[in-house]
């Protein structure tokens, strides 16, 4: 063979080794990316054209998908949608997936590994693919309490709810308001889900947000638990004295702080747990100054703080500042300055005092099943941190039952339960009213429920707000939907 025609023997040889390649990397290593594009016309049809299965609460469908009336089959269908919607999160043939829809996307839709087999069966028989089922941790009692709680209040409220399960992490309940329909977005009026998106993402009210998860706020007294928690920790007990007074000098500055509407917290000298009991952030301020920032930090980081605790649903992290001076380190004592928490962050504080100081990683899906209701994956209860000890956890619990009974969370009380809680109200901006928040637990000797609730806003004279006033009422119902009171 002579010089030309060998090399281009190569040549040829070359381009059919690359187009081999090419091929290949196509169909193999980019068939996941490319099937998820939204202008894959193809694979968004092929996904709305199948069975999607469903997820569940408490055995009931919440989100299915029911035959439609045009070429694509099948149309995704929620039965209670605002109610869930923070948690199943939207399907859509155009915009995608959220929520659990997202998260558990594999199995719904039956395209996970694990549904390897069903899909060979399928493909044999000529039939559709169908998904695999989903059951939520969530009570749907509580869940009802939340929301109704909520939207009880005067105006379009702004606001979250979480309860969990203390031993396990499971979420009972999950509620964001305003929430939305994800059924209008589920349409297959490609042109009307567009209008529906538009509007839904231009919502000042931020209504496709789970606020539960996704928002961080200043948790302002209700992180008190956490600097109590440091202290207990660290050679304090409830009965240990602390400072009490009006007012605190802070070191370095001019300025000092003060207690709500310039109270003494009953003198100056309390113990712990009346300082708690009356929220006192001149006693907290100067035992965050006593403990330190980098104590603080730690204490704050044991309750699943600057990480990463939630992978289920989207997730933002709570956030406690490093390297703070002495005046910042007071103010983060009593939940502002930087300090930022999740209303979910708050639930698993409170979870985690309740559960002997381990504080469990929250999840939301308890089981996954094939169609054949075969069972892929049951949720493993798993500890994220053990925060503080288990006789610290005892003498804070009754510290937090002081405060239902004799301070400043009595509108938590449940009749002949032991409750146990925190309130708190936290400043944001200057020209908006303060947040409002309750965590609690109950029974407080045998503790079957944790909750968190966050007041963003609400139609309320600013002077009225109160995170026991507001929220404690909330906490109280949805505690009740639990323990079945």
């Given at each position: 063979m002579?010089?030309?025609?060998?090399?281009?023997?190569v040549g040829f040889?070359l381009?059919?080794?690359?187009?081999?390649?090419?091929?290949n990397?196509v169909?193999?290593?980019?068939a996941?990316?490319?099937?998820?594009?939204d202008?894959?016309?193809?694979a968004?049809?092929?996904?709305?054209?199948?069975?999607r299965?469903?997820i569940?609460v408490?055995?009931?469908?919440?989100?299915?998908?029911?035959p439609?009336k045009d070429?694509?089959?099948?149309i995704?269908?929620?039965?209670?949608?605002?109610?869930?919607?923070p948690?199943?999160?939207?399907?859509s043939?155009i915009?995608?997936?959220?929520g659990v829809e997202?998260?558990?996307?594999?199995?719904?839709?039956?395209?996970d590994?694990?549904?390897?087999?069903?899909r060979v069966?399928?493909?044999v028989?000529d039939?559709?693919p169908e998904?695999?089922?989903?059951?939520?941790t969530?009570?749907p009692?509580?869940?009802?309490?939340?929301?109704d709680?909520?939207r009880a209040?005067?105006?379009?409220?702004r606001?979250?709810?979480?309860?969990?399960?203390?031993?396990?992490?499971?979420i009972?309940?999950?509620?964001s308001?305003?929430t939305?329909d994800p059924?209008?977005?589920?349409t297959h009026?490609?042109s009307?889900a567009?209008?529906?998106?538009?509007?839904?993402n231009?919502?000042e009210?931020?209504?496709?947000l789970?606020?539960a998860?996704?928002?961080?706020?200043?948790p302002?007294s209700?992180?008190?638990l956490?600097t109590a928690?440091?202290a207990l920790?660290?050679?304090y007990t409830p009965d240990t004295?602390?400072?009490?007074g009006?007012?605190l000098?802070?070191?370095?500055?001019?300025s000092d702080?003060?207690n709500?509407?310039?109270?003494?917290?009953?003198g100056?000298?309390?113990?712990?747990?009346?300082?708690?009991?009356?929220?006192?952030?001149?006693?907290f301020a100067d035992?965050?100054?006593k403990?330190?920032?980098?104590?603080?930090?730690?204490?704050?980081e044991?309750?699943?703080f600057?990480e990463?605790v939630?992978d289920?649903l989207?997730?933002?992290e709570?956030?406690?500042?490093?390297?703070i001076?002495?005046?910042?380190?007071?103010?983060?004592?009593?939940?502002q300055?930087?300090?930022?928490?999740s209303?979910l962050?708050?639930?698993?504080?409170?979870?985690?005092i309740?559960?002997g100081g381990?504080?469990m990683?929250?999840y939301?899906v308890q089981?996954v099943?094939s169609?054949?209701?075969?069972?892929?994956?049951?949720?493993?209860?798993e500890?994220?941190?053990?925060?503080?000890s288990?006789?610290?956890?005892?003498?804070l619990?009754?510290?937090m039952?002081?405060?239902v009974?004799?301070g400043?969370?009595?509108?938590?009380?449940?009749s002949?339960v032991?409750v146990?809680g925190?309130t708190?109200t936290?400043?944001?901006?200057a020209?908006?009213?303060p947040?409002?928040w309750?965590?609690t637990?109950a029974?407080?000797?045998?503790?079957?429920?944790?909750?968190a609730?966050l007041?963003?806003?609400?139609?309320?004279e600013?002077?009225d707000?109160?995170?026991?006033?507001?929220a404690?009422?909330?906490?109280?119902?949805?505690?009740?939907a639990?323990?079945?009171q």
């Amino acid at each position: 063979m002579n010089r030309p025609i060998r090399v281009l023997a190569v040549g040829f040889a070359l381009l059919f080794a690359m187009l081999l390649i090419n091929v290949n990397y196509v169909q193999v290593l980019q068939a996941g990316e490319l099937n998820d594009r939204d202008r894959n016309k193809r694979a968004r049809d092929a996904e709305c054209s199948r069975e999607r299965g469903p997820i569940l609460v408490d055995g009931e469908t919440v989100a299915r998908s029911v035959p439609s009336k045009d070429d694509l089959e099948f149309i995704r269908e929620y039965s209670e949608p605002q109610l869930y919607a923070p948690v199943t999160g939207f399907f859509s043939c155009i915009y995608g997936t959220s929520g659990v829809e997202n998260s558990e996307n594999s199995i719904l839709s039956g395209s996970d590994p694990s549904l390897f087999v069903n899909r060979v069966i399928d493909m044999v028989s000529d039939d559709q693919p169908e998904g695999g089922s989903v059951l939520l941790t969530i009570d749907p009692e509580a869940q009802r309490a939340a929301y109704d709680g909520l939207r009880a209040l005067p105006g379009e409220t702004r606001g979250a709810a979480v309860a969990l399960d203390p031993e396990t992490g499971a979420i009972l309940a999950m509620v964001s308001t305003p929430t939305y329909d994800p059924n209008r977005l589920a349409t297959h009026d490609f042109s009307d889900a567009q209008k529906v998106w538009d509007e839904l993402n231009g919502s000042e009210a931020k209504v496709m947000l789970n606020r539960a998860s996704q928002e961080i706020y200043p948790p302002g007294s209700t992180f008190k638990l956490v600097t109590a928690a440091a202290a207990l920790s660290n050679d304090y007990t409830p009965d240990t004295t602390v400072r009490g007074g009006t007012r605190l000098d802070l070191p370095l500055t001019e300025s000092d702080l003060k207690n709500e509407n310039g109270s003494d917290c009953g003198g100056r000298k309390i113990t712990l747990t009346q300082a708690l009991a009356v929220s006192c952030n001149v006693a907290f301020a100067d035992l965050g100054l006593k403990l330190g920032a980098e104590t603080l930090q730690q204490q704050a980081e044991q309750f699943g703080f600057n990480e990463d605790v939630f992978d289920q649903l989207p997730s933002a992290e709570s956030s406690f500042p490093s390297d703070i001076d002495e005046p910042s380190t007071a103010f983060s004592a009593i939940g502002q300055f930087d300090v930022a928490a999740s209303p979910l962050q708050m639930a698993m504080v409170s979870a985690g005092i309740a559960n002997g100081g381990a504080v469990m990683r929250p999840y939301v899906v308890q089981r996954v099943r094939s169609p054949d209701l075969d069972v892929l994956e049951e949720a493993d209860p798993e500890v994220l941190h053990q925060a503080i000890s288990e006789s610290a956890a005892t003498d804070l619990t009754e510290m937090m039952v002081e405060v239902v009974e004799n301070g400043t969370g009595d509108e938590a009380a449940i009749s002949g339960v032991s409750v146990a809680g925190k309130t708190g109200t936290a400043n944001s901006a200057a020209n908006r009213s303060p947040y409002a928040w309750m965590v609690t637990f109950a029974p407080a000797d045998d503790p079957e429920v944790a909750v968190a609730v966050l007041v963003e806003q609400t139609n309320i004279e600013r002077d009225d707000i109160s995170g026991g006033g507001l929220a404690g009422p909330i906490t109280a119902d949805v505690m009740r939907a639990v323990i079945g009171q």
